[in-house]
């Protein structure tokens, strides 16, 4: 990032502003990764380890790390633009398809995942679906991340922009996110999740890399109140210290997991 005009001197906001321009093209490199666990887990609790199928998978960030655990992996979403920029690897396929209308024989999956996607989905057809292609105690689940949490020094700044600054942006979906997807219709049997979060040490560019893939970030923007961008942009920057500095950040994982 260039925070210098022509001239060498630094303009006011320029920096935090360049990055704001930069749109959704920041998407697949600055959403955090799951942790290895999480795939380690579900396998173990799958009935076999033939086919998994990822819906909604967007860039491929769960399908790839399912794939050291089954014969076979196959990522689903209906956007042709996130297939195309999935993440390639032995043993995965992708391909173009709603949580809906599942592209796949009766009786064939031993697990399903869905990761940061049920909100969106009309889950009585999905769930359909799920019932017509699980092979016998097939494993569901449901994965979302919640509220970043950042080190103290940020956090209380970061909480703020995100519950009262940005968050009438949100689309009314994301509060299902936001509780776990505690209160999503889940008509299965239920079992037993282990405490997962995710870490990562960014520096200040991954943070507000990671900012640039919320919806609410596009919405603020297009309603014309980019200016709680910037003034947030500038606040944490200057929390932030030396931007190449790396600092943690950490996401609390939510399941549902049940036997179809």
Partial sequence: ?????????????????????????????????????????????????????????????????????????????????????????????????????LPLADRSVGLMTAAQAAHWFDLPAFYREVRRVAVPGAVIALISYGVLRLEPALDARFQRFYRDEIGPYWPPERALVDGGYATLDFPFDEMQAPALEIHVDWPLDGLLGYLLTWSSVRAAREAGHEQLLLDFARDITALWGNADTPRTLVWPLNMRVGVV
């Fill in 1 to 101: 990032m260039n925070d210098e005009n022509a001239a060498g001197k630094p303009q006011p906001g320029e920096g935090v502003r360049n990055w704001f321009d930069r749109g959704g093209r920041a998407y697949a490199r600055f959403r955090p990764d799951y942790p290895p666990a999480l795939a380690a887990f579900l396998a173990s609790v799958a009935p076999d380890t033939r086919l998994a199928v990822d819906v909604g998978c967007g860039n491929g960030q769960l399908t790839q790390l399912l794939a050291p655990h089954f014969d076979a992996v196959l990522g689903l979403d209906p956007s042709a633009d996130q297939i195309e920029h999935a993440q390639p690897g032995e043993r995965l396929r992708y391909q173009c398809a709603p949580a809906e209308r």
